[in-house]
């Protein structure tokens, strides 16, 4: 995240809030891109879905970090991956 920001200063868009899936619980924003970070099959992502860590797997998460847009969401990430380990992913894709 602190390299997003990085980049987002640089070209002045400073008023762009950047943060975990809890930063935006309960706001809604015009836009919203959510980068899902995991891109390719390793232990991580497997642990991850194993014990329901990060909003990969776990549904409410995802659900707030769906939900908080109102005219545009944008999901950055590896479809085939997140579709694969979790149906509610797999369904929204």
Do not use: P
């Not at 706001?27 to 497997?46: A, K, N, P, Y």
């Not at 005219?71 to 929204?92: C, E, M, P, R, S």
């Amino acid at each position: 995240m602190v390299k997003i920001i990085d980049e987002l200063r640089k070209i002045n868009l400073n008023k762009v809030s950047t943060g975990t899936v809890e930063f935006f619980q309960g706001q809604e924003r015009r836009i919203i891109i959510i980068s899902t970070v995991r891109s390719r099959q390793d232990s991580h992502l497997q642990s991850d879905a194993k014990f329901r860590i990060g909003f990969v797997s776990n549904f409410k998460r995802m659900n707030v970090a769906i939900s908080r847009a109102m005219d545009g969401l944008f999901i950055v990430g590896n479809a085939k991956l997140l579709g694969k380990y979790d149906t509610h992913w797999n369904k929204l894709i």
